[in-house]
């Protein structure tokens, strides 16, 4: 089976710098996505990790590490249209095709303070 | 810049009553995906298509629930007959062709309500 784990909520200021982690255990593992969803909206896709390392994207980074089955977003000069949900999804699949899904969790909620 | 589209945006029914909601994913796009959202969790995949051909339906509930894509373009997902647990948000999402390492582009989704 597939299992995730990220905290429910986090909180910041304006300015600050916040990590959210994501562990995970899936069969047929491809990558790990990154996907920033507003309340009432779509989810909107910010990164993907294949490989090991970090992946910077402007304010926001991510990092994969495969063999610890642990990924992170960092978020950076936090801006108050950064509060939202963040949702880590692993790309897996474990039927054995070549396509995958992506497997979402319940989220964090990142408020942010002014 | 192109969106997947989909309608109606907003449906309420009563329990007992079919409901169908439509997508129209980003021209080209090979891969459609449907996702139910319960409120306060993430996306949960119900069917997923190449073209026109069912990938993986194996989380839709087909008692209920039926997915079609005839022309590999645009689809339609059907719940017949809706129950109050089937209260959620319904995510179309597409992508080129649905490699592994691919981006999947969600529409803005139909919220449903059953009373």
């Known amino acids: 089976g597939q299992s995730l784990e990220q905290p429910s909520e986090v909180t910041a200021v304006e300015g600050a710098i916040v990590q959210i982690n994501c562990t995970y255990q899936?069969?047929?593992?491809?990558?790990l996505s990154w996907y920033q969803q507003h309340d009432g909206g779509a989810p909107t896709f910010l990164s993907y990790?294949?490989?090991?390392g970090l992946e910077e994207t402007g304010r926001f980074s991510s990092f994969l590490s495969r063999s610890d089955s642990y990924g992170y977003l960092l978020l950076q000069e936090l801006q108050m249209k950064d509060s939202a949900s963040y949702f880590c999804?692993?790309?897996?699949?474990?039927?054995?095709?070549?396509?995958?899904?992506?497997?979402f969790g319940r989220g964090t909620q990142l408020t942010v303070w002014p | 810049e192109a969106e997947v589209a989909q309608s109606p945006r907003y449906k309420i029914t009563e329990k007992s009553q079919a409901v169908a909601f439509w997508c129209d994913p980003i021209?080209?796009?090979?891969?459609l995906y449907w996702y139910r959202q319960i409120l306060g969790q993430g996306p949960e995949l119900l069917v997923q298509?190449?073209?026109?051909?069912?990938?993986?339906d194996s989380q839709l509930p087909k008692d209920r629930f039926s997915a079609e894509r005839l022309k590999g373009v645009d689809s339609t997902l059907k719940i017949q007959p809706a129950e109050l647990g089937d209260s959620a948000m319904y995510l179309c999402?597409?992508?080129?062709?649905?490699?592994?390492?691919?981006?999947?582009?969600f529409g803005p989704g139909t919220r449903l309500l059953v009373l």
């Open positions: 999402a597409s992508s080129s062709t649905g490699g592994w390492a691919e981006t999947q582009y």
């Open positions: 899936t069969s047929g593992f491809y990558g």
């Open positions: 990790n294949a490989l090991d």
């Open positions: 999804a692993p790309r897996a699949d474990d039927r054995g095709s070549t396509l995958g899904r992506l497997y």
């Open positions: 021209s080209g796009h090979a891969t």
């Open positions: 298509f190449q073209d026109e051909s069912v990938v993986d």
